[in-house]
């Protein structure tokens, strides 16, 4: 619980561990919940072979099935949600959870990791396929300096929580 007793969850998904740094860094900073959105079949550690699954899924619009329970979700106002920018846009385990969680009416603090194509669609497909959501601005990183974004982290947490 931040200072506004707010109930927050930081929730994410990362394949290669720079979304899930930037995850921690969050919630060590605004404490609440944590919880890694997992898809049931894991991606391969090969980056080839997931770049061609992660492809068909976003072009077959694709819900793949995940792992990730939670239990009272109603009971979060603010959902710090991060995931890497996949192709332009969100990786499609994402979707799932957006699908399963509604996000509606929450307070919904984007953060985005990249590799080099910053922003893109991440942030406006997150708002339509999270509607009736108030978002914050959000935050998006390179993956390369995700590890020591903590001043940026922090700067962007105090702006979340007005």
């Known amino acids: 619980m931040n200072n506004n007793g707010s109930k927050i969850l930081v929730a994410y998904f990362s394949w290669s561990g720079n979304t899930k ?16 959105i997992v898809p049931e079949t894991p991606y391969s550690e090969t980056y080839s072979v997931t770049v061609a699954k992660a492809k068909a899924e976003q072009a077959s619009n694709a819900r793949p099935a995940i792992s990730t329970k939670i239990a009272d979700f109603d009971k979060y106002d603010t959902i710090y949600l991060g995931y890497p920018n996949w192709w332009g846009s969100m990786p499609m385990p994402v979707a799932t959870f957006i699908d399963t969680y509604k996000m509606s009416g929450k307070k919904v603090a984007p953060f985005f990791t990249h590799g080099g194509g910053g922003v893109q669609r991440c942030m406006s497909d997150l708002e339509a396929r999270a509607a009736g959501a108030k978002f914050t601005d ?19 947490v105090k702006k979340t929580q007005n």
């Open 138 to 156: 959000y935050l998006c990183l390179s993956g390369s300096s995700a590890k020591k974004s903590q001043g940026e982290i922090s700067s962007w």
């Open 21 to 36: 740094a930037v995850a921690e860094e969050i919630h060590k900073q605004v404490g609440g919940d944590i919880v890694e």
